[in-house]
């Protein structure tokens, strides 16, 4: 049972005091201190820094801490020598043109384009494949500080139009705007309160559907629960208020919907989950029907299936029933049949199958092996058609386009490969270069291999390990990873990586539990009663580092983020003495009220439910919050959130800051950034980008023993 004892804030605050380490003091902050306790199951549980979980922006008393915590972090990052040099380094590195992949409507070419330091990424149009660039949407006179993004944007069939989402200050709430593609006129339609959303156009343009929320109450619009998504039509012209209520779930106001129009513009294709799982049920609608009407074919929220296109009535589904690796299906929509009939086309695999599409009439498939990605070519009846040559090992994306129309596009990167996109032709089955980008450092320098180490199980477990030519021996090393959500941790490039790697460090990604590398067996054994071997797997990798000379006593950093936050404030508190440095960003820090805030009540399929007694007492054991004890030392943490993070509000971050500082944990500093304007993570400008990111390095050199010294 539940019991929520009375809340009394009192007066009451710990005593600041002084910690010497180099010559540098650090005073932290007097936090007020309550006596809340919860009691849940017989177990009372303290959280005296709930104060902290208010908004900033209505509560002063939050807002005079934060302003505290940021002054103190701002004058410690003031002094590490490495800082400048970083943050030059980082502008030389990052400044370099960034393209996307580009969405074919109408004959015309659609992309998003970075030139190198502009905060923000511009959309372009080319009316023919070689032709010029033209600028349709540049968010970056939207802001003075240059926070306000373009978020989700889709053209219409015929290229016309551009319906478009902005993102104001990181916040996962979107502004859905269109404009008009030959005239670059912005029309009066405008929708509001959307979020975590498609936006899908009817074959016709005459308008696009989108899924929405109820508005949240006055004042709650950053914490209230999201729940009672639902989907419309809005028809170009109309006011929001006389948008069509196309699907919802009154009665199951948990369940979110997504919406997507076939390529042939006959269907709507409705996906209804609950949580993160990818467990669906999935409505159609045949748009050409006299009365349409939703009909669900796939019931329970049982299996992933994940729509891959259609040939008239002929739908295919990436779908995890009967195979956990994935496998490829079809489904007759025409049969007539109590339940849609599922025909095998291309079974599960020893690799596990990531994405498919129906592109110039086949079917391309993307595959996982060993973490690195495969393209496979299939006939739509299933028969083998041969692969697409990748330049290496890495990861592809896109692969996006019409059922009949043998162009696509899609990219490659890895860790030492910048983003470059390829234009395919699936009737040659060659590959061409469409857009490459020129750094200003030589990738070629750079030496990535995989390794696999054994977890305190004995699990087997891989770990991609980055290093510049020429490093060897111990050397200042930084482990990330995420063991979460079924998400997949697939090489990628990042140039702010690369200010890292120069200066003689090594970059490893342990590939662990509770992500999607090897399936659903993968994210299962990390997730809910199992959440313990993700720690596990993370200790095992930095002791694999150490054991293997990579890195040695006190050169270890880690760093995660979101849930990889969460990951590494639970390693921290159960291994204190393996890592020199920590950077948890962004984190779920208190695990027994993540489900009360914005999207946490999704979490629980990985989490479990904080009311639930042995969902409780598993997660009592390693929430970050809870699980501080003093008496040991302390790596160096500097933790970083933002005030307008509403995925993970940042009172995760708040209380957890609040905590390490209260106790006794060593002399290392434990510092808290928090940005403003900068929610959690999509959209945030480059400059704070690298202000953040010289920050970090700096502050894992100095804790590394890294020197830092100007490239030449």
């Given at each position: 049972m539940h019991r929520l004892l009375p809340l009394t804030l009192i007066a009451l605050t710990v005593p600041a005091f002084a910690q010497t380490s180099d010559m540098t003091s650090i005073t932290y902050p007097a936090t007020e201190r309550g006596t809340t306790v919860d009691e849940?199951?017989?177990?009372?549980?303290?959280?005296?820094?709930?104060?902290?979980?208010?908004?900033?922006?209505?509560?002063?008393?939050?807002?005079?801490?934060?302003?505290?915590?940021?002054?103190?972090?701002?004058?410690?990052?003031?002094?590490?020598?490495?800082?400048?040099?970083?943050?030059?380094?980082?502008?030389?590195?990052?400044?370099?043109?960034?393209?996307?992949?580009?969405?074919k409507k109408g004959g015309r070419y659609f992309y998003a384009r970075n030139s190198g330091l502009q905060n923000q990424a511009v959309l372009y149009v080319?009316?023919?494949?070689?032709?010029?660039?033209?600028?349709?949407?540049?968010?970056?006179g939207w802001a003075k500080d240059g926070a306000t993004a373009l978020g989700e944007w889709a053209p219409s069939e015929d290229g016309k139009r551009i319906v478009y989402a902005i993102q104001d200050g990181g916040t996962d709430w979107r502004t859905v705007k269109v404009l008009d593609v030959d005239s670059g006129k912005v029309l009066d339609d405008t929708v509001e309160w959307v979020k975590?959303?498609?936006?899908?156009?009817?074959?016709?343009?005459?308008?696009?559907?989108?899924?929405?929320?109820?508005?949240?109450?006055?004042?709650?619009?950053?914490?209230?629960t999201n729940e009672n998504q639902a989907v419309y039509f809005h028809k170009l012209g109309t006011p929001q208020s006389a948008d069509t209520l196309i699907y919802a779930t009154p009665d199951q106001p948990k369940r979110s919907h997504g919406a997507q129009v076939t390529d042939d513009g006959k269907w709507l294709v409705i996906t209804t989950t609950e949580g993160t799982d990818n467990r669906y049920e999935i409505t159609v609608i045949d748009l050409a029907a006299p009365k349409p009407a939703p009909r669900t074919i796939f019931k329970g929220l049982d299996y992933q299936w994940s729509f891959a296109g259609n040939v008239g009535g002929n739908f295919y589904w990436v779908t995890d029933k009967d195979a956990p690796r994935m496998r490829l299906v079809s489904t007759n929509l025409y049969a007539r049949s109590a339940e849609v009939p599922v025909v095998e086309v291309v079974p599960q695999d020893k690799a596990v199958l990531d994405g498919a599409a129906i592109i110039g009439g086949k079917l391309v498939t993307s595959y996982l092996v060993d973490v690195k990605s495969e393209v496979r070519r299939y006939s739509l009846d299933g028969k083998p058609d041969g692969t697409v040559a990748l330049p290496g090992i890495g990861s592809v994306g896109g692969f996006g386009g019409e059922a009949d129309d043998p162009e696509t596009f899609y990219s490659f990167t890895s860790y030492n490969r910048p983003t470059t996109i390829y234009r395919y032709d699936v009737a040659t089955g060659k590959s061409s270069v469409w857009a490459q980008p020129k750094v200003a450092f030589d990738p070629a320098n750079y030496l990535v291999s995989q390794v696999f180490y054994a977890s305190k199980d004995g699990t087997r477990v891989p770990m991609f390990i980055v290093r510049k030519k020429g490093t060897s021996g111990p050397a200042p090393t930084l482990l990330y990873a995420y063991g979460g959500f079924n998400v997949t941790m697939e090489p990628a490039f990042s140039a702010t990586r690369i200010a890292w790697l120069e200066q003689g460090g090594v970059y490893a990604v342990a590939n662990i539990r509770g992500g999607g590398e090897y399936g659903k067996e993968w994210h299962d054994g990390g997730r809910l009663a199992n959440k313990q071997n993700v720690f596990d797997d993370f200790i095992a990798a930095g002791e694999f580092l150490k054991a293997k000379g990579y890195t040695g006593k006190d050169q270890l950093a880690i760093m995660g983020g979101s849930n990889g936050g969460l990951l590494i404030g639970a390693v921290v508190n159960q291994r204190p003495d393996l890592f020199a440095a920590a950077l948890p960003q962004v984190g779920v820090m208190d695990m027994l009220r993540f489900d009360r805030f914005t999207a946490g009540r999704y979490w629980v399929d990985d989490y479990g439910y904080p009311s639930?007694?042995?969902?409780?007492?598993?997660?009592?054991?390693?929430?970050?919050?809870?699980?501080?004890?003093?008496?040991?030392?302390?790596?160096?943490?500097?933790?970083?959130?933002?005030d307008t993070d509403d995925r993970v509000v940042p009172g995760h971050t708040f209380k957890y800051t609040a905590m390490l500082q209260s106790m006794d944990l060593g002399p290392k500093p434990r510092l808290v950034r928090i940005e403003t304007r900068a929610g959690h993570g999509s959209g945030k400008p480059t400059d704070k980008i690298i202000d953040e990111t010289a920050s970090d390095w700096a502050f894992i050199a100095k804790w590394t023993g890294m020197v830092v010294k100007p490239v030449e």
């Open positions: 849940q199951f017989g177990v009372k549980v303290a959280d005296p820094y709930r104060w902290l979980e208010n908004d900033v922006r209505t509560d002063p008393k939050v807002a005079a801490w934060v302003a505290d915590e940021n002054k103190l972090t701002d004058a410690y990052l003031a002094t590490l020598p490495g800082r400048d040099i970083f943050k030059t380094r980082l502008k030389a590195l990052i400044d370099y043109e960034r393209f996307g992949t580009p969405v080319r009316d023919a494949i070689d032709g010029a660039g033209r600028v349709l949407i540049d968010p970056n975590f959303s498609n936006l899908s156009w009817a074959k016709d343009g005459s308008g696009f559907y989108y899924s929405r929320f109820p508005a949240p109450p006055e004042g709650q619009k950053f914490q209230s639930k007694e042995a969902d409780f007492r598993v997660l009592l054991k390693y929430s970050p919050y809870h699980n501080i004890r003093a008496g040991k030392p302390y790596p160096a943490i500097l933790a970083a959130t933002a």
